[in-house]
T-cell receptor, first 111, second 110 residues
Framework: GQQLNQSPQSMFIQEGEDVSMNCTSSSIFNTWLWYKQDPGEGPVLLIALYKAGELTSNGRLTAQFGITRKDSFLNISASIPSDVGIYFCAYTGGSARQLTFGSGTQLTVLP | DSGVTQTPKHLITATGQRVTLRCSPRSGDLSVYWYQQSLDQGLQFLIQYYNGEERAKGNILERFSAQQFPDLHSELNLSSLELGDSALYFC?????????FGQGTRLTVV
């Protein structure tokens, strides 16, 4: 599958701050997905994006599908302690619609 | 709770051994996916089954195999284990849309 470049690799922020992370690819995608993995758990889908330029919110989370279809960002506003975890971008592709994940952004929220 | 159940949660075994990881998908989901999460390779797709048949293979080693049974539960068999096989193994299931992940099995090879 195509490689996803996700950044930053890790972030340390104060509670209440906003955070932004992004994913880029050299290929065009039809779908961008954002997952969160809590410690000791499997990934959980946060937001799915299906159209170039699409901006979608889920509570304090906002994600956008880039116009070029080669990038996406995820913003978290007013961070809280339970936002701690690893955030992954991903796309579905292949005959099985399997997921290809980025390398993840480890988020730590400091009190 | 995603509805996907994986057992065991933890497994410690020696090099050269064989283990079987089990996954029960969400009720009604015909597709089961297996993923491996390791520090150096990240989250990688291994293999997918749909209603008992293998549909797609990813970066799965020849020492690894899987199957899906008539009741739709799936097993991932890992043999001739090496230290580098230590990882989290996730199962996910879907009915065509969103995939739901289990809590994973943490395999440690010593």
């Amino acid at each position: 599958g195509q490689q996803l470049n996700q950044s930053p690799q890790s972030m340390f922020i104060q509670e209440g701050e906003d955070v932004s992370m992004n994913c880029t690819s050299s290929s065009i995608f039809n779908t961008w997905l954002w997952y969160k993995q809590d410690p000791g758990e499997g990934p959980v889908l946060l937001i799915a994006l299906y159209k170039a330029g699409e901006l979608t919110s889920n509570g304090r989370l906002t994600a956008q599908f880039g116009i070029t279809r080669k990038d996406s960002f995820l913003n978290i506003s007013a961070s809280i302690p339970s936002d701690v975890g690893i955030y992954f971008c991903a796309y579905t592709g292949g005959s099985a619609r399997q997921l290809t994940f980025g390398s993840g952004t480890q988020l730590t929220v400091l009190p | 709770d995603s509805g996907v159940t994986q057992t065991p949660k933890h497994l410690i075994t020696a090099t050269g051994q064989r283990v079987t990881l089990r996954c029960s998908p969400r009720s009604g989901d015909l597709s089961v996916y297996w993923y491996q999460q390791s520090l150096d390779q990240g989250l990688q797709f291994l293999i997918q089954y749909y209603n008992g048949e293998e549909r797609a293979k990813g970066n799965i080693l020849e020492r690894f195999s899987a199957q899906q049974f008539p009741d739709l539960h799936s097993e991932l068999n890992l043999s001739s284990l090496e230290l580098g096989d230590s990882a989290l193994y996730f199962c996910a299931s879907s009915r065509g849309g969103e995939a739901f992940f289990g809590q994973g099995t943490r395999l440690t090879v010593v």
